[in-house]
């Protein structure tokens, strides 16, 4: 069942034109032009409830304005955006009642209270029952590790602390649906490796939907089983992670050691569309699995060489984006 709804959903932005120097800024004041740039281009979608649906494109594509029209941030120039049923526009304020959201690069905590004091004032704003919120708060701290750092103010945590506390704050009054826009940004890979498992956790133990936008391709793999790829305002690919890779980049590379006497030559010989690369004191041996099957290949380079050591890598989703841009 859909949870939201995207239907021919636009914004239009008015753009200042002003000619360069000094005169140029002058003559603006008196005789000021514009242009219309459309950030999100009559885009349609629809989520299910419990998805974790991966929102990603380049810086510009539009991901944030659509995430901030679905939050009601900023209302939409066209196209309607309906969330569990209801019409965004005519249900405001009770459908923000049932979302959370962490913009990575902005933080809705108060600077110069505890922290735990923030939690009270959110629990307050959401009308949050007592009992709900204990259970609540009491879970967010131990699966975010938050305990230690609880009565110091805001302002003196760092950035891996504050970023949890921000993912505890979205979600203290257990919203249905919850946007993450960059939630990994600047963070270290431990932190990162936390919220990732905290989100998964939500997902799993309350049936959370989650919207990531992100330029982490790690969260995408590791989080999401479906993508919504942006550009330009519209929608270039919508579907699953493992059907995307099939379609745009089913290829393996092969890690072995450089000391290997591998004869490229007849390897391209056997194998037809086979690349070999050496870098890094080691050969990259990249293939297609349309093309050539991973198992005679590994069997081709036990028998031949007696490789013993090897490592075996997947495209990566930033790569598949890569390709799915330079198409369009």
């Given at each position: 069942?859909?949870?939201?709804?995207?239907?021919?959903?636009?914004?239009?932005?008015k753009?200042p034109?002003?000619?360069?120097?000094?005169?140029?800024?002058?003559?603006?004041?008196?005789?000021?032009?514009?242009?219309q740039?459309?950030?999100?281009?009559?885009?349609?979608?629809?989520?299910d409830?419990?998805?974790i649906?991966g929102?990603?494109?380049?810086n510009?594509?539009?991901?944030?304005?659509?995430?901030k029209?679905?939050?009601?941030?900023?209302?939409p120039t066209?196209?309607?955006?309906?969330?569990?049923?209801?019409?965004?526009t005519?249900?405001?304020?009770?459908?923000n009642?049932?979302?959370?959201?962490?913009f990575?690069?902005?933080?809705?905590?108060?600077?110069?209270?505890?922290?735990?004091?923030?939690?009270?004032?959110?629990?307050?704003?959401?009308?949050?029952?007592?009992e709900?919120?204990?259970?609540?708060?009491?879970?967010?701290?131990?699966?975010?590790?938050m305990?230690?750092?609880?009565t110091q103010?805001?302002?003196?945590?760092?950035?891996?602390?504050?970023?949890?506390?921000?993912?505890?704050?979205a979600?203290?009054?257990?919203?249905?649906?919850?946007?993450?826009?960059?939630?990994?940004?600047?963070?270290d890979?431990?932190?990162?490796?936390?919220?990732?498992g905290?989100?998964?956790?939500?997902?799993?133990?309350?049936?959370?939907?989650v919207i990531?936008?992100?330029?982490?391709?790690?969260?995408?793999?590791?989080?999401?089983?479906?993508?919504?790829?942006?550009d330009?305002?519209?929608?270039?690919?919508d579907?699953?992670?493992?059907?995307?890779?099939?379609?745009f980049?089913?290829?393996?590379?092969?890690?072995t050691?450089?000391?290997?006497?591998?004869?490229?030559?007849?390897?391209s010989?056997?194998?037809?569309g086979?690349?070999?690369?050496?870098?890094?004191?080691?050969?990259?041996?990249?293939?297609?699995q349309?093309?050539?099957?991973?198992?005679?290949?590994?069997?081709?380079?036990?028998?031949?060489?007696?490789?013993?050591?090897?490592?075996?890598?997947d495209?990566s989703i930033e790569d598949?984006?890569?390709?799915?841009?330079?198409k369009?």
């Amino acid at each position: 069942m859909s949870i939201i709804s995207v239907k021919s959903l636009s914004k239009t932005f008015k753009k200042p034109l002003r000619e360069e120097g000094l005169r140029g800024m002058i003559k603006a004041l008196f005789s000021r032009k514009y242009e219309q740039v459309k950030a999100v281009d009559s885009i349609s979608f629809d989520i299910d409830e419990g998805e974790i649906v991966g929102y990603i494109g380049a810086n510009g594509a539009g991901k944030s304005t659509t995430i901030k029209m679905m939050c009601g941030i900023l209302y939409p120039t066209s196209g309607e955006i309906t969330v569990d049923g209801m019409d965004f526009t005519k249900n405001r304020r009770r459908i923000n009642r049932e979302m959370g959201v962490v913009f990575g690069q902005k933080t809705q905590l108060w600077w110069d209270i505890p922290l735990i004091e923030t939690f009270k004032i959110l629990k307050s704003i959401y009308e949050v029952p007592d009992e709900e919120y204990e259970e609540r708060f009491n879970y967010l701290c131990d699966l975010l590790d938050m305990r230690p750092f609880l009565t110091q103010t805001v302002r003196s945590l760092s950035l891996g602390q504050r970023m949890r506390a921000d993912f505890a704050a979205a979600l203290i009054h257990s919203p249905k649906i919850v946007y993450l826009d960059e939630p990994t940004i600047g963070l270290d890979v431990l932190v990162k490796d936390k919220i990732r498992g905290a989100i998964k956790e939500l997902n799993r133990k309350y049936n959370t939907t989650v919207i990531l936008t992100t330029h982490d391709m790690k969260d995408i793999e590791e989080l999401c089983n479906r993508i919504i790829i942006i550009d330009k305002g519209r929608i270039l690919y919508d579907g699953s992670l493992s059907n995307i890779k099939y379609r745009f980049g089913n290829t393996k590379t092969i890690f072995t050691p450089s000391n290997v006497s591998l004869d490229t030559a007849a390897l391209s010989e056997r194998f037809p569309g086979v690349t070999v690369e050496e870098k890094d004191e080691r050969y990259a041996i990249k293939f297609s699995q349309n093309e050539v099957d991973l198992d005679d290949m590994l069997l081709y380079l036990i028998n031949t060489y007696h490789v013993k050591d090897f490592k075996i890598e997947d495209v990566s989703i930033e790569d598949i984006t890569k390709q799915l841009y330079e198409k369009h």
